[in-house]
């Protein structure tokens, strides 16, 4: 049993001090000023991603540190759960949020999306929507998310004005500077337009690179959702993006924009 001294003071009663090496027992409210713990004191790691005022230990904050890389592994256990959605154990909402860039293998094929809209979480697990490349499946330990998010590879399109007429080649284009995959696209309007449809095109080399064309309805002046490219749809450096409209709206649209979201081919070889 380890020492204790005892210390007498005038009209007190005599308290007992452990020794410096001695196990002390209970929580951390019974420290108070700015106790100075033994080298070499151990603690319990917590669970990737606590964002707590937990103490951290060096094994926790080696694991952050090889986290920093490019390429984070997804927490939890991700399960896919359609073509455009899986679920991971906890709840992650805080962090995966829509422009969050992903990627995964399907038998050793690697394939690239984007988080969609914000993630949800209903317990235990978050379920995560996204558009680009369709998840068919996903090898194990495969699915990582990225440091970067697609604001920093978007093209931005614009045509001011009334969206009064069909036509080719009607915005500003965009000449790839590298090798990109193509992930969606949204598209917005200053004042909705009303009865039928306002719908663009968006090509590569004037060959579309959406089955599904970003369309807005009448009244609507958003896509509440990003319009998915053509799975494995990619550029090659030089290749020219160009929009059409393809219809316009009986009251028309004015101010019609668009985002179109890339991701830099080399990334996916990297970890």
Known sequence: MATRYKILHSGSPAANFPTLNQNTSGTAANLSGTP??????????QSANDNSTKLATTAYVDGKASGSSLWTLMPGTPTRASNTTFTVTGDITTYVAKGMIIKWTESSTVRCAMVSIPSTYGAPNTTITIVGDIMASIDASSLKYCMLGAEMFQKNFAIAGTIGATGTDIANAYYATEPMRVIGADLQVGTA??????????????TTMFTTK???????ASSSTPFTADTATSLALGDKVTIDIDAIQTTAAIDLYSQLYLFPTRYLSLS
Do not use: E, F, S, Y
Request: a neutral charge; glycine letters at 12%; aromatic letters at 0%.
């Open 36 to 45: 100075a713990l033994p080298n070499g004191t151990t603690a319990t790691t």
């Open 193 to 206: 337009g009303t009865t039928n449809n306002t719908t663009i095109d968006i090509n590569k080399g004037g």
């Open 214 to 220: 970003p369309t807005l309805a009448t009244t609507v």
